[in-house]
């Protein structure tokens, strides 16, 4: 077998006077630099990396309609509606909003509370839901598009989720609430206008609040 | 008495694992850095549970910053004749009476977040000076001059017989109102099917997407 002369053999090797030992070199390296440099690109790499990769968020919004008749007619009592404030403030009414001399059904609420009140809505209006024929066409479209609770597809289909954010309501309030949708999986809303009647209700409570 | 000898230990230990373990991760970190693409403004996007990727081509980004500045950009890597195109369009349909240099320096303006009066001015800049110059961004909320809703005709037309995206880049603190302008701007050119970039989260614990997910993706 072949062996690499490490030249420790002196006592096999019997050198002659006059014959003078090389010097040993130590096959050791500094490898100090190369492991400071190693850490400054390791250092560099982490800051100049951006590890969260951006996703999307879809939003279809529907054509403008002129027309009052061409717009779709939703049951009242499958409607909740929910308005953006200032300060993160969530408010929300269901069905339409009454104002009379005995209070109104505008409640205030933040997006904690706004996730229960969207699951227990849409229990409610799912408890409510009576099959009828115009249903085997709704799941038929839900199974041709691949859903896998297609036979569940028309059981919410009288829920439907009414966004308004007011104008001072933050970009983020607006994804946060559309995030929700999805979360809860709330098959139809829609983003409107804000009405001014509501804007009028949302200042006076952050008033009584004192919301800034 | 006999002194106990203690055994000389070398200060020296052994790096060679080590240092493995810190060059395993510099080509770590080389391989999967993927550099920022210069941006004229830092922004914060609000976080969602969609984990749908961002398209990188074709597509036309509208960037809101937390100032609620308005800016437009084109993401075009293959065809650059793209950039073009719109500066040409924008040129003529709002006879700004642009220069060829400046319009060929488009294709180097990564986002435009000027007026289209001021656009000459920002045109005639190189790239560096273009970032250090304060852009009051691109007029959106007076709904009778919303500029770029010509932004976007031009990149439609640019674009047209091509799929193209709408992708809206929001930074967390801009308010609803420009939001909503900059979405009015896209219906007017027909467009309804918009992006919104965000960062993920994570989907909340027995929410129902999480038990849809747990009994679908399986």
Redesign the interface.
């Known amino acids: 077998m072949s062996s690499i002369d490490t030249g420790g053999g002196d006592s096999v090797h019997k050198k002659g006077p006059g014959v003078k030992k090389a010097k040993k070199l130590s096959t050791r390296v500094d490898?100090t630099p190369?492991?400071d440099l190693?850490?400054l690109?390791?250092t560099f790499?982490?800051f100049?990396?951006?590890?969260?990769?951006?996703?999307?968020?879809?939003?279809?919004?529907?054509?403008?309609i002129k027309d009052l008749k061409d717009q779709t007619e939703a049951k009242e009592s499958g409607v909740l509606s929910i308005m953006?404030g200032k300060a993160d403030q969530v408010y929300y009414y269901e069905g339409k909003l009454v104002v009379d001399a005995t209070g109104n059904n505008f409640k205030s609420t933040t997006f904690k509370g706004i996730?229960d009140m969207i699951?227990k809505k849409k229990k409610e209006v799912m408890s409510r839901h009576v099959h009828d024929e115009t249903c085997a066409k709704t799941q038929e479209r839900a199974k041709a598009k691949g859903d896998?609770?297609w036979e569940k597809a028309c059981d919410d289909r009288d829920f439907i989720v009414i966004i308004k954010?007011?104008?001072?309501?933050?970009?983020?309030?607006?994804?946060?609430i559309?995030?929700e949708m999805?979360?809860?999986?709330v098959r139809t809303y829609a983003m409107v206008?804000i009405l001014p009647d509501e804007v009028a209700l949302i200042k006076k409570t952050e008033e009584t609040a004192g919301i800034k | 008495m006999p002194s106990v000898k203690l055994p000389r230990k070398s200060t020296d230990t052994d790096?060679t694992p080590?240092?493995d373990v810190?060059?395993l991760?510099?080509s770590f970190?080389?391989l999967?850095?993927?550099?920022?693409p210069p941006e004229p403004v830092e922004i914060t996007?609000?976080?969602?549970?969609?984990?749908?990727?961002?398209?990188e081509n074709n597509a036309v980004m509208i960037i809101?910053d937390s100032s609620n500045r308005v800016f437009f950009s084109v993401l075009s890597e293959k065809d650059k004749s793209k950039f073009d195109a719109i500066i040409q369009d924008v040129n003529s349909s709002q006879s700004l009476g642009l220069s060829n240099a400046e319009m060929a320096n488009y294709r180097q303006t990564f986002a435009v977040g000027v007026p289209f009066g001021n656009l000459k001015q920002l045109l005639g800049l190189d790239t560096k000076s273009q970032e250090v110059l304060k852009v009051p961004g691109i007029p959106v909320l007076d709904s009778a001059n919303n500029q770029l809703f010509w932004w976007v005709a031009a990149a439609k037309k640019a674009f047209a017989g091509e799929k193209l995206n709408y992708?809206?880049k929001?930074?967390?603190?801009?308010?609803?109102?420009?939001?909503?302008a900059v979405?009015s701007a896209l219906?007017r050119n027909?467009e309804?099917?918009?992006?919104?970039?965000?960062?993920?989260?994570d989907?909340?614990n027995n929410?129902?997407?999480d038990l849809?997910n747990r009994?679908?993706l399986k």
């Open positions: 490898m190369m492991v190693g850490f690109l390791i790499f982490i100049t990396t951006t590890m969260t990769t951006p996703t999307t968020l879809d939003l279809n919004m529907p054509k403008d953006l996730r699951i896998p609770d954010p007011a104008a001072d309501a933050t970009y983020k309030n607006t994804v946060d559309l995030d999805t979360i809860n999986q206008k | 790096m080590f240092v810190a060059f991760i510099l970190f080389m999967a850095t993927k550099f920022k996007t609000p976080g969602s549970v969609n984990s749908q990727k961002l398209p809101v992708l809206i929001g930074d967390a603190k801009s308010k609803y109102p420009t939001f909503e979405i219906k027909d309804f099917k918009y992006n919104l970039v965000t960062a993920l989260d989907v909340p929410s129902e997407l849809y009994k679908n």
